[in-house]
């Protein structure tokens, strides 16, 4: 079993920064790519950061400049570092990961739970 666990959220006021990080456990073979979406009530789950394997990183236009993503290998873990932090960026945030198993080989799509964000005064 593969599974990822979020980790970093909680409430800041705008301005601030916070640290978002999902590990990946499990029978992990390869990681191709791991990254971030986020939810707002009443809003649809959008892309905010990616990296692959390669290092390779994508940003939603919304976040670029404030956020950046980066990973671990070793550790088998992404991180997203967010700075600037605006109202507008409440949400859950998602980890998301496209892992090959050594038990159900794959790659598959594998979602964390979620970690709360919000930014309010």
């Known amino acids: 079993q593969v599974q990822l666990v979020e980790s970093g959220g909680g409430l800041v006021q705008p301005g601030e920064s916070l640290r978002l990080s999902c590990a990946a456990s499990?029978?992990?073979?390869?990681?191709?790519?791991m990254g971030w979406y986020r939810q707002a009530p009443g809003k649809q789950r959008e892309l905010v950061a990616r990296?692959?394997?390669?290092?390779?990183?994508a940003y939603a236009d919304s976040v670029k400049g404030r956020f950046t993503i980066s990973r671990d290998n070793a550790k088998n873990t992404v991180y997203l570092q967010m700075n600037s932090l605006k109202p507008e960026d409440t949400a859950v945030y998602y980890c998301?990961?496209?892992?090959?198993?050594?038990?159900?080989?794959?790659?598959?799509?594998?979602w964390g739970q979620g970690t709360q964000v919000t930014v309010s005064s």
């Open positions: 499990g029978s992990i073979f390869h990681i191709y790519a």
């Open positions: 998301n990961a496209q892992i090959s198993s050594y038990s159900w080989s794959g790659p598959y799509d594998y």
């Open positions: 990296i692959t394997s390669g290092g390779s990183t």
